[in-house]
């Protein structure tokens, strides 16, 4: 349907005009949106935008209006325009603020969870490193194994083993993993 085909309608029936504008230009609008609110928006944000890009255009969509310019560029500038203001919204609603008379304020970390959370950050990156010294299958087997909760099976398929071979080096790689562990000085509770 054209400009002139939609001028004409218009001049029949509003509500025809607006449904063949939705039928049109549907797509479209939501093909702005989307761009526009991909990061921010959930879905429901999207739909609630576009469903504002309409009421706007059909507000100034009556018996009068002139369609002598292009109406997509116009209905473009509508929907990228409706989605800034939607966009600007949502950030202000997603970001969130910490008043010091909030309650919410026991929430932040306290030095004491940041020193906990940095310690097993280390501990994690030394046991790591002690599984990489095991050496090719041992700390493949390793990694899958507690990291990844694969069977033995599962790691055989991967390293061309069999699951019992796999069960074998893995209660091997333990027990020097753990002497390097504690030449390392990490206790049993660091352990796997």
Request: with cysteine.
């Amino acid at each position: 349907m054209t400009d002139n085909d939609l001028r004409l309608l218009m001049a029949e029936s509003v509500q025809k005009c607006h449904r063949a504008v939705f039928d049109r230009y549907c797509n479209y609008v939501y093909a702005v949106v989307i761009s526009v609110l991909r990061g921010c928006g959930s879905r429901e944000d999207i739909e609630d935008c576009v469903s504002d890009v309409f009421l706007k255009i059909y507000k100034r969509f009556d018996e009068n209006t002139d369609l002598s310019g292009s109406l997509k560029s116009f209905i473009g500038a509508v929907s990228r325009n409706t989605a800034i203001d939607a966009y600007r919204r949502l950030s202000v609603r997603n970001s969130k603020s910490v008043y010091i008379d909030d309650e919410s304020t026991e929430e932040l970390s306290s030095g004491e969870r940041l020193a906990e959370n940095t310690e097993k950050k280390e501990q994690s990156r030394i046991i790591l490193g002690k599984i990489r010294e095991l050496g090719e299958p041992d700390s493949t087997i390793i990694i899958q194994q507690y990291y990844y909760n694969r069977s033995a099976k599962e790691i055989a398929k991967s390293v061309s083993m069999t699951a019992s071979a796999v069960q074998k080096r893995s209660s091997r790689a333990r027990q020097k993993l753990r002497a390097l562990l504690s030449d390392a000085g990490i206790g049993k509770e660091g352990l796997i």
